[in-house]
């Protein structure tokens, strides 16, 4: 049976789809201030000429790019608006938060947790604690160290999956024959899309195929897999050099967006679910990157040394990197 584990981790909420001890699919919420299904009381700040955009100030100060504004609302007025996609972080720039005019009756709420969205789906969900081993055993693990890398191996051949301003591409790296290679790659397109939560515009650079009934072969499978899989969007056939374009709804960024973004913050809250894990008695000591030492809030550290009752003990080493970060025991 399928069903949605979930763990509320520090700074970091964790979703996996399990069936039969493997994830299907995968999400992570951070601590972002503004994030999908949130509605609040806006501001409007500027309307773009001749379109029914707009840009508005949310409650804490932060802006948003808006759509669906009636165009007799006037610059400075009060709006309630509904987030529909949270900031997305890039090289460089962070794509700020989108929202849509609230529905009638809507009133302010923030948004719904991981275990509030995904109890109205059809699979059960079930909290699980940090300390359990059910993520463990489902390979939580190895998911996050393959977002971390970009690469998913699968019979044949290996996914390199990169976020790019424009959009996600993935490319497939394998030996000949070709048509061999890109009916293999298939599954694991599919599945990566769920289990990485790759949504928005993603390009797939399959092996350019001569022949247009090798193209129609992958595109049929490949209609099948995302069928099987349950993801929902549009999708473009392979054209002469191999290039098909997937796009469906995005709300927030993906793992593999997330990690390739923001490092750091990714590594450190890694190591906080590891330290969480620990079991042996004594000080904890996190062992880690400076960087990663930078990227741990404060208030992080404090929850951690509540959730366990341990003091914390750092160990800064600019030899390790990000992604090397330990926690252990030891004596005081």
């Known amino acids: 049976m399928r069903e949605w584990l979930i763990e509320t981790g520090i700074g970091e909420e964790r979703a996996a789809l399990v069936e039969d001890g493997d994830i299907l699919a995968a999400r992570v919420l951070w601590d972002e201030p503004w994030r999908a299904g949130a509605i609040a009381e806006a501001r409007l700040a500027s309307r ?10 949310l409650p804490d100060g932060c802006e948003a790019l808006g759509e669906g504004f009636d165009p007799a609302l006037t610059e400075g007025r009060p709006v309630m608006v509904r987030v529909t996609r949270s900031a997305i972080a890039e090289r460089g720039r962070t794509k700020l938060p989108q929202v849509r005019p609230a529905g009638p009756g809507e009133v302010q709420h923030p948004a719904p947790s991981l275990l509030e969205e995904l109890s109205h789906g059809p699979c059960p969900v079930r909290p699980v604690a940090v300390h359990g081993r059910e993520f463990s055993a489902a390979g939580w693990d190895d998911l996050i160290s393959e977002a971390l ?20 591409l993935v490319d497939i790296d394998g030996p000949p024959p070709l048509p061999a290679l890109a009916l293999a790659a298939v599954p694991a397109i599919a599945t990566a899309l769920m289990r990485f939560d790759l949504g928005g515009s993603v390009g797939i650079d399959f092996p350019s195929l001569a022949e247009k009934a090798q193209r129609r072969a992958v595109d049929e499978a490949l209609a099948a897999a995302l069928c099987d899989s349950g993801w929902q969007g549009e999708r473009t056939g392979m054209n002469g050099f191999g290039f098909v374009q997937l796009v469906s709804r995005l709300e927030r960024p993906s793992l593999i967006a997330r990690f390739a973004r923001q490092p750091a913050a990714a590594a450190a809250r890694r190591l906080l679910r590891a330290a969480e894990r620990v079991a042996e008695p004594g000080t904890l000591l996190l062992t880690a990157h400076p960087a990663v030492r930078r990227a741990m809030r404060p208030e992080w550290e404090a929850e951690l040394a ?12 600019a030899g390790l990197v990000l992604t090397a970060a330990f926690a252990q025991a030891i004596q005081p």
């Open 48 to 57: 773009i000429p001749g379109t029914r955009r707009a840009v508005v100030i």
């Open 149 to 168: 890398s970009g690469e998913m191996a699968f019979a044949g051949g290996n996914l390199v999956i990169s976020p790019t301003p424009a959009m996600t």
């Open 306 to 317: 509540r959730r366990t009752g341990r003091r914390l003990q750092w160990n800064e080493d």
